[in-house]
């Protein structure tokens, strides 16, 4: 498809740049034969006027201007053809550069697509399997569908979970949201993030510590917390089962630096650029367990972070642990 708009935008081009060097070489040709034809009258005038001082031959022989006319038009039809291949092939080279950024997004959109479709396909195939099954069962006591309501609830919170991530990453994405900006004590929204994924830290066992001192920063309070939620849970997941996951942060000239490590099993180098794209999960990298969620919080997380005008990076090896760093300004950013 883009190779045909490519050829067709080149041809567009063409058509365009040839019009223009047509015209100009129509009017030079039109300026330089009509000089050419004044000199030749002005030269015949004076020979049939017989002044003694111009009684010399013409120097505007009938048959050289004819023949200096067609030179011209040789000379302005090479000059052209010469326009039409360099224009043909800049005009390639053009249309390639003006349609990549296109492609990009199709190829993006298309990906996205695809994945929230895939998503999408596992928990409605659970709800339809489910439903079905429990239809054909003619003794379904109240218990059993009391445990398919459940289950069947369960899985429309996915999708509603799914659905309010895909709005919250567009909305970043698109910049359609202008939240408050407020001074933030850096520590307390750490503690509510830490307070709000207590419980996933206890069914695995695994403990948080903060050590997060008492640093101010400008930015979105609620926006900042769930970035730390993010941090946290992804930690809680992907950590080692029994380990602990260290939370702490340090000013650093006008950034702050935050850092959550975990103690997990890792991260492979070449997973680490992949880590922020929508949908994907480093579940090979990290560990054979079966981990929950879409592949979107981290990059809620990153859009969070560009929301405030800060980097966020990874540090990992496979059997060390895996460490995100977000460095925030310290100053006034527009969230």
Sequence with gaps: MFKRARIKLTAWYLLIIMLI????????????????????????????????????PTFFDPDIL???????????????????????????????????????????QNLFVTNASHELRTPLTSLKAEIEVNLRNKSLTINEAKKLLQSNLE??????????????????????????????????SVNEAIRRVTLAA??????????????????NAVLLTELFIILLDNAVKYGARGKKINIDAKKTDDHIEIRVTDQGSGIRKEDIPHLFDRFWRADKSRTKTDIQGYGLGLSIGKQIVERHHGTIRVESSLGMGTTFIVTLPGGNPKV
């Design 21 to 56: 060097s047509m015209s100009f070489s129509m009017v030079i040709y039109r300026v330089l034969t009509s000089e050419l034809d004044r000199l030749e009258r002005v030269e015949r005038i004076r020979v049939e006027r017989r002044l003694p001082q111009l009684l010399t």
């Design 66 to 108: 004819a023949e200096t006319k067609q030179r011209l038009v040789l000379s302005l039809v090479a000059i052209n053809a010469m326009i039409l291949a360099g224009s043909a092939i800049a005009g390639y080279f053009l249309a390639g550069r003006t349609l990549e950024p296109i492609a990009d997004i199709l190829e993006e």
């Design 155 to 188: 899985e429309v919170n996915n999708l509603q979970e799914l659905s309010d991530n895909l709005i919250r990453l567009t909305q970043f994405q698109n910049g359609n949201t202008s939240l408050p900006v407020t001074r933030v004590q850096l520590s307390s």
């Design 202 to 219: 206890k069914t695995k066992r695994v403990s948080i510590t903060s050590a997060v001192p008492n640093l101010m920063l400008t930015g």
